[in-house]
């Protein structure tokens, strides 16, 4: 596992929610941080606290379903602290809408902040990567990343296409040593998304999300002799690394 303290971590969607509990963590553990949202008030406030508490990061604020701005906003990171040693690509949009409803631009914007970003993200990194020896890529998923949800006409395929596209770049990076995964809440987690999706029933149930992080720590110090190409699931590996 490699250093985490004094690496850097790419995250996106760190505004709120899930991104927000794994950027504190991160922040715990010593990493910089280069953080991406389309929320500019959200990132900012964040990045203030994390810098309040001693952290080295650098909010960056861009709309993932634009492929330039995605693009100008890793280059930025890179520009800022070069290869990252983690890259996690948590941002996603779910708006529920049935086939008859969706139009091509509703469908075109939630594909692309998934899919279209997870590669523009994970190209402008690989080659960065592969100099420094290695990294982590880590997609966030989801249960719609293998099953079909109704009302999920955009989501549900843009989550099946990164468990693809992860399984594709697990295989090319394994020479370079830079895993590549996929992870799933597995568990209901209390964030925004959740608020705006779930039942009452279903929030009844719902936990913190800073309870994920340890499976990200434990991702972002990943090599592919540990783990590769594997579809993971955070609340499950986040209670295996707690001490017993
Ligand atoms: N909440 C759940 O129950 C659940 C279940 C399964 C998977 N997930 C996945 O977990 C991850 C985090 O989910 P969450 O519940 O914290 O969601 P959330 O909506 O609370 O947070 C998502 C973040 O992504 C950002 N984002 C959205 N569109 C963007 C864009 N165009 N450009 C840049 N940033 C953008 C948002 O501003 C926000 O900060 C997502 O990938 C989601 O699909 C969540």
Redesign the pocket.
């Known amino acids: 596992m490699a250093e985490l303290r004094g690496a850097t971590a790419f995250l996106?969607?760190?505004?709120?929610?899930?991104?927000a509990a794994i950027a504190r963590a991160y922040a715990r553990e010593g990493l910089r941080l280069a953080l991406?949202?389309?929320?500019a008030d959200?990132l900012h406030r964040l990045a203030d606290e994390l810098r309040a508490a001693g952290a080295d990061c650098l909010p960056l604020l861009?709309?993932?379903?634009d492929a330039g701005e995605t693009q100008r906003a890793v280059d930025a990171a890179l520009a800022q602290y070069g290869a990252p040693r983690v890259l996690v690509h948590?941002?996603?949009?779910?708006i529920q809408r049935s086939m008859l409803e969706i139009t091509l631009a509703d469908w075109q914007k939630e594909t692309n902040?998934?899919l279209q970003a997870a590669f523009i993200l994970s190209k402008a990194v690989w080659q960065p990567m592969i100099a420094a020896g290695g990294g982590s890529i880590v997609y966030?998923?989801?249960?719609?990343g293998i099953k079909g949800f109704v009302q999920e006409v955009a989501y549900c395929p843009a989550?099946h296409g990164q468990e693809g596209l992860m399984k594709v770049l697990a295989l090319e990076g394994e020479a370079f040593n830079i895993a590549v995964n996929t992870i799933?809440?597995g568990a209901?987690?209390n964030?925004?998304?959740?608020a705006a999706n779930?039942t009452e029933e279903q929030k009844q149930a719902w936990i913190d999300?800073a309870l994920l992080a340890p499976a990200f720590v434990y991702l972002a110090g990943l090599d592919t002799s540990s783990m590769t190409g594997q579809r993971l699931n955070a609340w499950e590996l986040s209670r295996s690394l707690r001490p017993a």
């Not at 991406?36 to 929320?39: E, M």
């Open positions: 996106t969607g760190a505004a709120q929610g899930l991104g991406v949202d389309v929320q959200k861009a709309d993932l379903s948590n941002a996603a949009l779910l902040i998934i966030v998923s989801s249960g719609s989550k799933t809440p209901p987690i964030t925004p998304m959740s779930y999300p």
